[in-house]
């Protein structure tokens, strides 16, 4: 690929052709704030809170959808810069509920984030603000419209990642807002509640409602895991906070997936602390179950397998997996059918 020489705070360096200024800043270690931006999403160029200052340009230019070019002069944090990053953020602020002290973003805020690293303490601004019903309507997802910052990552999300369309913007001017068609709740939408417009807002907006209250993001052990439910094996965080688990967070590192996922992988965990799951196995004794240790379960199944494998054979046994457990589960059912039983009768369900 061809490569340009370009000068970045002073720094030259070579990078190449295709990449944006945010792209080629951020391959030499310059954060360029985003708000609109998002990785995974195509570019949109909304917020314009990514501007930089190009030598031999009028105007400031959006890092995020402008191309790299031979010999480019940029500067990132110039005077011009911050002063438009300021107003961009003032303006944000001059309608939005500023709730940081219970707001569940607080600390995983990106709008939080940049007003403190540019010393925003509140809006400039007077006027009127927005004062939206939030949509509690379904039991997965939380929309505080009063929180949105028309980044349109949601809506993109929803279309790109997700192909559902459910949202998008409805009215104009100050009346602008995210909604699903003809307004209604997310329960009353054609809504999946996989969650991935959730996973991709940067402020409290939209948020996990099973995590509400359930700790503050940065208290959270993420442990990443492969999915449970079915084969794709999307990988995700299961967050912990005091050895419980508390929810699922997208990863944004995962290979299979990226943030992408389903509604049971990012809201079906709740089984998990469920009191009515099994923790010791039963076995059966004159009709009736009776809990029992480990080693007598397990030992009494390799007794009775070894019986039946003794009188009728070993094609007497068939072993069937599932999509739902992991290549090394699999694995090892079809080793134990082939290698302890001594049969090939092993099938899944996944087959057909
Ligand atoms: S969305 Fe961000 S800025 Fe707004 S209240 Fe929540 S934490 Fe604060
Ligand atoms: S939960 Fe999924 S389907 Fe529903 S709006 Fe968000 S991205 Fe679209
Ligand atoms: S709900 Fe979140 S992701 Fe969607 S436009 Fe508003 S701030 Fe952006
Ligand atoms: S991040 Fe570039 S315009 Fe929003």
């Given at each position: 690929?061809?490569?340009?020489?370009?000068?970045?705070?002073?720094?030259?360096?070579?990078?190449?052709?295709?990449?944006?200024?945010?792209?080629?800043?951020?391959?030499?270690?310059?954060d360029i704030p985003r708000l609109c931006y998002d990785e995974e999403l195509s570019l949109s160029g909304a917020c314009r809170l990514c501007v930089v200052e190009v030598e031999g340009r009028p105007n400031l230019q959006a890092a995020c959808v402008t191309q790299v070019t031979e010999g480019m002069v940029i500067h990132t944090e110039s005077p011009a810069v911050v002063a438009a990053r300021r107003a961009i953020l003032d303006l944000l602020l001059s309608d939005h509920p500023l709730d940081c002290l219970t707001c569940e973003k607080n600390g995983d805020c990106k709008l939080q984030e940049y007003c403190y690293r540019y010393g925003l303490k509140e809006s400039s601004f007077v006027g009127e603000?927005?004062?939206?019903?939030?949509?509690?309507?379904?039991?997965?997802?939380?929309?505080?419209?009063?929180?949105?910052?028309?980044?349109?990552?949601?809506?993109?999300?929803?279309?790109?990642?997700?192909?559902?369309?459910?949202?998008?913007?409805?009215?104009?001017?100050?009346?602008?807002?995210?909604?699903t068609y003809a307004d209604k709740p997310f329960a009353d939408s054609i809504c999946t509640f996989c969650g991935n417009c959730v996973a991709v807002c940067p402020t409290?907006?939209?948020?996990?409602?099973?995590?509400?209250?359930?700790?503050?993001?940065?208290?959270?052990?993420?442990?990443?895991?492969?999915?449970?439910?079915?084969?794709?094996?999307?990988?995700?965080?299961?967050?912990v906070k005091d050895g419980k688990l508390v929810g699922v967070l997208s990863n944004p590192n995962s290979v299979v997936n990226g943030r992408a996922l389903c509604i049971k992988g990012r809201f079906g965990w709740d089984y998990v602390n469920n009191e009515e799951r099994l923790t010791t196995p039963l076995i059966k004794k004159n009709g009736k179950f009776a809990e029992a240790s480990w080693d007598e379960a397990i030992s009494l199944i390799a007794t009775r397998l070894g019986e039946i494998k003794e009188k009728y054979g070993p094609n007497a046994f068939g072993a069937l997996s599932s999509a739902r457990c992991t290549n090394e589960e699999n694995y090892l059912m079809q080793k134990?059918?082939?290698?302890?039983?001594?049969?090939?009768n092993v099938d899944h369900c996944a087959r057909t």
């Amino acid at each position: 690929m061809k490569e340009v020489t370009i000068t970045i705070n002073g720094k030259e360096v070579q990078v190449q052709v295709d990449l944006t200024i945010l792209k080629a800043a951020e391959q030499i270690g310059i954060d360029i704030p985003r708000l609109c931006y998002d990785e995974e999403l195509s570019l949109s160029g909304a917020c314009r809170l990514c501007v930089v200052e190009v030598e031999g340009r009028p105007n400031l230019q959006a890092a995020c959808v402008t191309q790299v070019t031979e010999g480019m002069v940029i500067h990132t944090e110039s005077p011009a810069v911050v002063a438009a990053r300021r107003a961009i953020l003032d303006l944000l602020l001059s309608d939005h509920p500023l709730d940081c002290l219970t707001c569940e973003k607080n600390g995983d805020c990106k709008l939080q984030e940049y007003c403190y690293r540019y010393g925003l303490k509140e809006s400039s601004f007077v006027g009127e603000r927005h004062h939206y019903l939030v949509d509690d309507s379904n039991p997965f997802i939380y929309r505080d419209m009063n929180k949105c910052i028309q980044c349109e990552r949601c809506v993109r999300a929803c279309a790109e990642i997700t192909g559902q369309d459910n949202i998008s913007f409805i009215n104009r001017g100050f009346s602008r807002k995210v909604a699903t068609y003809a307004d209604k709740p997310f329960a009353d939408s054609i809504c999946t509640f996989c969650g991935n417009c959730v996973a991709v807002c940067p402020t409290g907006a939209l948020i996990e409602k099973p995590m509400m209250g359930k700790g503050r993001r940065w208290e959270l052990k993420r442990v990443k895991t492969t999915c449970p439910f079915c084969g794709t094996g999307c990988n995700f965080d299961l967050c912990v906070k005091d050895g419980k688990l508390v929810g699922v967070l997208s990863n944004p590192n995962s290979v299979v997936n990226g943030r992408a996922l389903c509604i049971k992988g990012r809201f079906g965990w709740d089984y998990v602390n469920n009191e009515e799951r099994l923790t010791t196995p039963l076995i059966k004794k004159n009709g009736k179950f009776a809990e029992a240790s480990w080693d007598e379960a397990i030992s009494l199944i390799a007794t009775r397998l070894g019986e039946i494998k003794e009188k009728y054979g070993p094609n007497a046994f068939g072993a069937l997996s599932s999509a739902r457990c992991t290549n090394e589960e699999n694995y090892l059912m079809q080793k134990f059918a082939r290698a302890v039983m001594g049969t090939n009768n092993v099938d899944h369900c996944a087959r057909t």
